[in-house]
Structure formats: structure tokens, C-alpha cells
């Protein structure tokens, strides 16, 4: 679960109306105190008011862009809410499994691209606004190299880790679609369409996850069901340039995605003092500062000591385990949503980003190895996905695959 510079929020999220209607409920008083006279003035002022709100009322908002050179999944602002869907190919021969494939990846670009559009069609995705849709489709290991389909040397599975407790009905597949938006209602008519498409095109469901964020302001980092920051320090501009998009070339608008469906024992975890908490982490609960920094941005310094020899940021603390120092600078960009599928399976859904697979291999070794959180977590699925670049505005998803 590495949990290091913001995740960029989308800044199209609800704002709360409690103070609107506070203001309210005072006016009302006010009115009822003054009597007809003020009754009236009220409503002239209240006419005036209204008549400069729709004078100045912004814009509709844009549709965030389906077609493009990354998918917006992954280019675009993390969102509040997302939905996870995993899908199988049936096993045929080659040729005809790239036909299949072929076939699926046409239905997944044409309703995609649909849903996220201004106008989209479905009746119960109209009415209030546009969608602000985003969305990704991966390709599995497996049916990459079933397929001999043309992906990066260095996409395949992932090792089995220690403490690994997963659950195979949960895990893996060869089709993996995430999708993004402000809310869950959006996010649950897109999914039917888009199994409604994907079954239809000759794919079997495997498995669905959904998954939330908390109220988070613009430029914020959000917290999970441990109460931390998560995604601190995740890549900038450049970096991910480095990091996280893939190698020049046909694959230099693709990136990979490590997807891990992590339960917290957030009852054991909370039951620690909020010190020993701060150890675990490496940060500061209350403001998600690095116990080596004064500000939550700033780096870990992994290598501070005490007085006595002991490492501020503890050896066996999370923010050290997962430190980008042991890994050459080597950053993921980390977009994790909290799930709640009962009272007794609660926990993260860890979304990373990066160039190579192999390098969340060596953190997330060194975590099970030593991590202080390892007691109050528990893997229970895993995924990893090539994820494809964007498509033209008159391409299709995939279409770099055959080459």
C-alpha cells in the first residue's frame, strides 16, 4: 500500500449548501419580524438578487474529453468516485482471439466515448450536466501474451509477495476498465452499458469493484480509512514524463496499472496512540507532514537521525519502505479510493501508475518484508494492466496492438 505530492482532484465537485441554507433560515426570521412593509422590500431584494445569480451563473461545464493521445483515466484529474471492471476472452486460437479482441475494444470505444460526450444518449445520463466522465481500458498479461500482442517488453504478472492472501474470483483478467466520474450514479449507468457492450462483443464478466473518495478540496490530498493522507507524493509533470508513461515510441502514451484490493483492520489501527500511528506511517496524521519535514510536500528524509541514532522517519515506517530513494528516484503516480463492502471488509483500493511493473515489485517486497502496517492489512486481489494509449478521434482503442 504505498501511500506517497498531491493527487490532483477534480475541481468540478459538489460544494456544500449548509451556509446557503443557514443565510436562509436567518432572512426568514429577519422577514417575519419586520412585518408586510419588509415582507415586500424582501421580495423586490430577492427579484434583484435572482436576476444578477442568472446574469452571472457560469457556464455548463465541458465534457472532459474521450478521444485523445492518453486516456483520460489516467491524464485527466482523479475523481471523487470510481467503478472497476474486469473482463475474460473466451480461449480460441490466436487469430480468432484477436478478432474477439478486435471486436471488444470497438464496442469499449464507441460506448465510452458515447457516455462522455456532451450529449450522450442513455436518458438517465441527462439532465444534469455533462458526465465528466473518465475512463481506461487495459490489456492482461495473459492475453497479451496469448495474443502475441505488441506491448512493452517489460509488461507481465506479477510475483506471488508474502502475506498475499488472494482471492483468484477477484483477480486478474484479460480486460480491465476503470471508470471515473463525480458520482456513483453516473458511474453504475456507465457500467451496464459498458457490460451491456463488452457481453454482446463476445467478453465475460469477471469481476466489479467500486470504490469513493471523501470530500476533498481542490488541491488537497485525500485520506483513507486509516485517517491518512494518501498520495502525497506522487510524481510531478516531469517526472511522470520519466516514470510513469511509457518508453518513446508505440508505447509512449500507454502506462501500466498495478490494481491491489487491500482490507484494513481499521479498528486495530485506530486503537494505536495517535505517536505510534505517526511512527507506523512516517507521517503525521493530523497533517500528513513527513516526521522529518515541516511541511506535508516536502521529501522524506529517510536518512535523518535522533539524538541517540534512531531514524526520525522509523526503518520499519511505511514512507520509508516505499521511499523512491531506494528505487534510483523511481516514482508511481498513485490514484487509491477506499471501498466499504461490509462492517468487516473495509479498505484501499491501491491504483498505480508507472513505466514498469517491476518497480511497485521491489517496493511492495520490501513492505511485506518490513512495513509496520503489514499486521493491519491484508491483500486479497491483484491486477495488473497494460493500459492502452488514447484513441483518435476516428481510431479505436488497441489499434497500435496488431503491429
Known amino acids: 500500500m504505498p501511500t506517497e505530492q498531491g493527487n490532483a482532484q477534480d475541481p468540478h465537485r459538489p460544494a456544500g449548501t449548509g451556509l446557503g441554507r443557514r443565510r436562509a433560515l436567518l432572512a426568514a426570521g429577519a422577514v417575519l419580524a419586520a412585518g408586510a412593509g419588509a415582507v415586500a422590500d424582501e421580495a423586490a431584494r430577492g427579484d ?24 483520460a483515466g489516467v491524464a485527466a484529474p482523479q475523481q471523487p468516485a470510481t467503478y472497476l471492471l474486469s473482463f475474460d476472452l473466451p480461449r ?3 487469430a480468432a482471439g484477436r478478432g474477439a479482441l478486435r471486436k471488444v475494444l470497438g464496442a ?23 458526465t465528466r466522465l473518465t475512463s481506461l481500458v487495459g490489456i492482461g498479461p495473459a492475453l497479451a501474451a496469448r495474443l502475441a500482442l505488441d506491448v512493452p517488453a517489460s509488461f507481465g504478472e506479477l510475483p506471488p509477495f508474502p502475506g498475499d492472501r488472494l482471492d483468484p474470483r477477484r483477480s486478474n483478467g484479460d480486460l480491465l476498465v476503470q471508470l471515473c466520474a463525480a458520482d456513483r450514479w453516473t458511474l453504475t449507468v456507465v457500467a451496464e452499458l459498458v457490460g451491456g457492450a463488452v457481453r454482446t462483443a463476445g467478453a465475460v464478466p469477471r469481476w466489479t469493484q467500486s470504490g469513493f473518495l471523501p470530500h476533498t478540496p481542490p488541491g488537497t490530498t485525500p485520506r483513507n480509512l486509516f485517517g491518512t493522507k494518501d498520495g502525497t507524493a506522487n510524481p510531478d509533470h516531469a517526472a511522470a514524463e520519466r516514470w510513469v508513461w511509457g518508453p518513446s515510441g508505440g508505447h509512449g502514451d500507454s502506462t501500466v496499472l498495478v490494481y491491489r484490493r487491500i482490507r484494513m483492520d481499521v479498528t486495530g489501527f485506530a486503537s494505536l496512540s495517535e505517536s505510534r500511528r505517526d511512527r507506523a506511517i512516517g507521517r503525521r496524521t493530523h497533517d500528513g507532514v513527513a516526521l522529518s519535514g515541516t511541511a506535508e510536500h516536502d521529501e522524506p528524509d529517510i536518512y535523518a537521525k535522533n539524538p541517540d541514532g534512531s531514524y526520525v522517519i522509523p526503518a520499519t515506517a511505511h514512507v520509508r519502505l516505499a521511499s523512491p530513494r531506494f528505487d534510483g528516484g523511481a516514482r508511481m503516480l498513485r490514484r487509491s479510493y477506499s471501498y466499504d463492502d ?24 520490501r513492505l511485506a518484508a518490513r512495513d509496520a502496517l503489514n499486521p493491519f492489512l491484508r491483500h486479497r486481489a491483484s491486477a495488473v494492466a497494460y493500459v492502452l494509449p488514447g484513441a483518435a478521434s476516428a481510431g479505436t482503442l488497441g489499434d497500435h496492438l496488431w503491429t
Open 108 to 130: 469499449l470505444t464507441e460506448t465510452l466515448a458515447a457516455a462522455a460526450s456532451d450529449g450522450p444518449a442513455d436518458p438517465r445520463l441527462q439532465g444534469g450536466g455533462t
Open 48 to 71: 434583484r438578487a435572482v436576476g444578477r445569480a442568472t446574469a452571472g451563473a457560469p457556464a455548463a461545464e465541458a465534457a472532459i474529453p474521450f478521444h485523445g493521445a492518453r486516456q
Open 342 to 365: 461490509g462492517p468487516s471488509d473495509r479498505g484501499l483500493l491501491f491504483c498505480a501508475f508507472m513505466r514498469d511493473p517491476a518497480q511497485f515489485t521491489r517496493v511492495q517486497n
Open 92 to 94: 480460441t486460437s490466436s
